[in-house]
């Protein structure tokens, strides 16, 4: 009797998923972030993260489902490589940071699935900013391989809150345009809370864990993969993976999910991890993560816009007001005026052609939009239907190229799902082609794109400054939203957000200062900064305001986090590429807050201080020197220190 129960004990064992003897473990290369992978004893992996001896994620599932294999459970881990240094240096114009360094710690640990079936490996890269994790199916199988879900999930301690944004149901909204990334951050979420649109949450997601800040996106968004986000469902705080939905591709046959030949690799899933905000505003882990620029892309050129779109609208998009905002662009020494919608009914494309030569005269280049084709949403405005065939795309990228056109605002995109990832980069391997830049409206967010493709210059992807002149709801956000940017949306990738207005929005009444507004062109990061302002609101304001907007750079070398919360206020400094330090802050809130800077830090012996005046509409400047100083700002007030 114990002879044969121990036999049947045997072949249970023989039969049951192999589990390591002990967990594999990956560390940062300082140490203080480290991640433990780990089977159950059904076969199921998972992760974990700490910060120091702090819980970040609690162990949280890993693994994929195939059409052809269920990766998620009855695995057997077979090996973890020995842990491998990574280093890498890459120069951005488009970003945060112009010099960008990374260095990690990456571990792949390889599952065994059904036998003669794929097999699982998952990789793992810790540097001193986060954790990075991706999928590699491999396999000797030619099929092309169907995933039908991902099983990643983050799972966060008890008494987590959330800064997160709803994600859209696909069709929904203005001209059935959903989802472009357009919602308002919902501010300290509980961490399990159901989306109030029923389609979970978009990234990025930002969430503090135990005192910790904790930031999750996706990166290195290749062809073979849909845009995902958040799931609707997050029991006990526990979050999955959502992909993009049945009607986001570009056709009715196009694929949406994720379909590919082995060997494959899915995008990175990404967590920014640190003790206080400053990794989260600082990172490049998006495009540290990404793949760098093949020999024939378009080096960029970053700047600033001038736009009349959003506070003159579709009317003025005309020869003449067009030239104006040329003459605007170059008393300002702005680099770049854009040309929005009806540009091709209302100008033409000769007289087109004529600005374009006109503004070269200037020094200024002209940037001119596109519908993204129209057929996947009702947005009627044109030029609509050029872009989506390739033949048609290349014609009139060829066309824009010899009118002397720089670069196209392309618009009103259908959404996350594969086809979409692969439309966005023929668009820009075509524009590359033709030497054109691209900014991307009505768009799915930064997944490290700029690095891959440097003549992506932007994306929007964010509730722009154009909602404020719908409705007063939407301007009666506005302090709190801009003060949420910095740590979530800005904090993945340019922002074409479109900042700065101090002229009065008809029929509306905006709740910020002109000093609050001053402050977005340094809070704010864009490859290209349009500015919503006009050349008559400009005329209005004091010289020095024209003055600081006239010599802040084009872009930016680096960026650091002063101080700031979520939804409350937010005080950045950047710094120009030759090595001098701007510093501007925003106080969201209805009471006055108290800032207190010392510049002396960043090498700043004196500055000239641009605040809030007597009223909300005014200005006042003062001479301030290096070392400690405060600046207290009114409700809704901001400020800007341009150095000497």
């Known amino acids: 009797m114990r002879y044969s129960l121990l036999l049947t004990a045997l072949g249970l064992l023989a039969t049951a998923p192999a589990r390591a003897a002990e967990p594999v473990r990956v560390a940062s290369p300082n140490g203080m972030i480290q991640v433990t992978v780990d089977l159950d004893s059904q076969g199921r992996p998972s992760y974990a993260v700490r910060y120091d001896r702090t819980e970040i994620l609690r162990p949280s599932r890993l693994g994929l489902v195939l059409a052809s294999a269920d990766l998620?459970?009855?695995?057997?881990?077979?090996?973890?490589?020995?842990?491998?240094?990574?280093?890498?240096?890459?120069?951005?114009?488009?970003?945060?940071?112009?010099?960008?360094?990374?260095?990690?710690?990456?571990?792949?640990?390889?599952?065994?699935?059904?036998?003669?079936?794929?097999?699982?490996?998952?990789?793992?890269?810790?540097?001193?900013?986060?954790?990075?994790?991706?999928?590699?199916?491999?396999?000797?199988?030619?099929?092309?391989?169907?995933?039908?879900?991902?099983?990643?999930?983050?799972?966060?301690?008890?008494?987590?809150?959330?800064?997160?944004?709803?994600?859209?149901?696909?069709?929904?909204?203005?001209?059935?345009?959903?989802?472009?990334?357009?919602?308002?951050?919902?501010?300290?979420?509980?961490?399990?809370?159901?989306?109030?649109?029923?389609?979970?949450?978009?990234?990025?997601?930002?969430?503090?864990?135990?005192?910790?800040?904790?930031?999750?996106?996706?990166?290195?968004?290749?062809?073979?993969?849909?845009?995902?986000?958040?799931?609707?469902?997050?029991?006990?705080?526990?979050?999955?993976?959502?992909?993009?939905?049945?009607?986001?591709?570009?056709?009715?046959?196009?694929?949406?999910?994720?379909?590919?030949?082995?060997?494959?690799?899915?995008?990175?899933?990404?967590?920014?991890?640190?003790?206080?905000?400053?990794?989260?505003?600082?990172?490049?882990?998006?495009?540290?993560?990404?793949?760098?620029?093949?020999?024939?892309?378009?080096?960029?050129?970053?700047?600033?816009?001038?736009?009349?779109?959003?506070?003159?609208?579709?009317?003025?998009?005309?020869?003449?007001?067009?030239?104006?905002?040329?003459?605007?662009?170059?008393?300002?020494?702005?680099?770049?005026?854009?040309?929005?919608?009806?540009?091709?009914?209302?100008?033409?494309?000769?007289?087109?052609?004529?600005?374009?030569?006109?503004?070269?005269?200037?020094?200024?280049?002209?940037?001119?939009?596109?519908?993204?084709?129209g057929h996947w949403n009702e947005a009627p405005q044109t030029p609509i239907n050029k872009l989506f065939d390739a033949a048609s795309r290349r014609a009139e990228f060829t066309r824009l190229r010899q009118m002397g056109i720089a670069g196209v605002k392309i618009d009103f995109f259908g959404g996350d799902g594969q086809s979409f990832m692969n439309y966005y980069q023929d668009l820009l391997t075509d524009a590359a082609t033709a030497g054109l830049l691209v900014s991307f409206h009505g768009t799915t967010i930064p997944r490290g794109w700029n690095r891959t493709y440097p003549n992506l210059v932007s994306m929007e992807a964010v509730r722009g400054f154009e909602f404020l002149t719908f409705d007063q709801a939407n301007t009666d956000q506005e302090p709190t939203h801009c003060a949420t940017l910095p740590f979530t949306r800005n904090a993945v990738g340019p922002m074409d957000f479109t900042p700065v207005a101090f002229s009065e929005i008809n029929g509306k009444q905006r709740r910020t200062s002109n000093a609050f507004e001053l402050a977005l062109s340094v809070v704010f990061q864009s490859g290209i900064q349009h500015y919503a302002e006009t050349d008559e609101g400009m005329a209005r304001q004091p010289a020095y305001v024209q003055d600081f907007l006239k010599k802040l750079p084009p872009r930016w070398a680096d960026v650091r986090l002063l101080d700031g919360f979520p939804g409350q206020y937010a005080v950045l400094a950047r710094q120009a590429p030759g090595g001098a330090w701007y510093v501007a802050g925003i106080n969201a809130t209805d009471q006055p807050k108290t800032i207190r800077l010392d510049l002396?830090?960043?090498?700043?012996?004196?500055?000239?201080?641009?605040?809030?005046?007597?009223?909300?509409?005014?200005?006042?400047?003062?001479?301030?020197?290096?070392?400690?100083?405060?600046?207290?700002?009114?409700?809704?007030?901001?400020?800007?220190?341009?150095?000497?």
């Not at 008393?331 to 005026?337: A, L, P, R």
């Not at 605040?611 to 100083?629: K, L, P, Y």
Request: net charge neutral.
């Open 600 to 644: 002396g830090k960043l090498g700043l012996k004196a500055g000239a201080l641009i605040t809030d005046g007597d009223t909300n509409r005014s200005f006042s400047t003062r001479e301030v020197a290096g070392g400690t100083t405060s600046i207290t700002l009114p409700a809704r007030g901001g400020f800007v220190v341009q150095p000497q």
């Open 72 to 373: 998620t459970q009855k695995l057997k881990l077979v090996r973890a490589d020995k842990v491998t240094a990574i280093t890498d240096s890459y120069q951005l114009v488009t970003d945060k940071r112009s010099a960008c360094a990374y260095k990690a710690n990456c571990r792949v640990v390889h599952f065994a699935g059904p036998a003669g079936g794929p097999q699982l490996d998952v990789e793992f890269q810790v540097s001193n900013d986060g954790v990075a994790l991706r999928y590699v199916v491999a396999g000797t199988s030619q099929d092309i391989q169907h995933i039908t879900a991902e099983k990643t999930t983050f799972s966060l301690p008890a008494g987590t809150k959330g800064w997160l944004h709803p994600h859209a149901k696909a069709g929904t909204g203005w001209a059935k345009t959903q989802p472009s990334y357009e919602e308002y951050y919902q501010q300290e979420v509980a961490a399990g809370t159901v989306s109030p649109l029923g389609e979970g949450w978009s990234f990025p997601a930002l969430f503090q864990a135990n005192g910790h800040w904790l930031l999750l996106t996706e990166a290195n968004m290749g062809r073979d993969y849909c845009g995902s986000h958040l799931a609707h469902q997050s029991p006990g705080g526990e979050y999955g993976i959502a992909f993009a939905q049945a009607p986001e591709g570009t056709t009715p046959t196009a694929s949406v999910l994720p379909e590919g030949r082995l060997p494959w690799r899915s995008p990175w899933r990404v967590l920014v991890v640190g003790n206080t905000l400053a990794p989260v505003v600082e990172s490049t882990l998006t495009t540290d993560l990404s793949a760098p620029a093949t020999t024939a892309a378009l080096p960029t050129a970053a700047g600033r816009a001038s736009w009349s779109w959003v506070l003159l609208g579709d009317k003025n998009t005309t020869y003449d007001v067009q030239r104006r905002f040329i003459d605007y662009a170059a008393t300002m020494g702005w680099e770049y005026c854009l040309v929005d919608a009806l540009w091709d009914t209302q100008i033409g494309y000769d007289k087109m052609a004529e600005l374009a030569a006109y503004a070269r005269g200037k020094n200024v280049r002209l940037l001119v939009w596109y519908n993204s084709n």
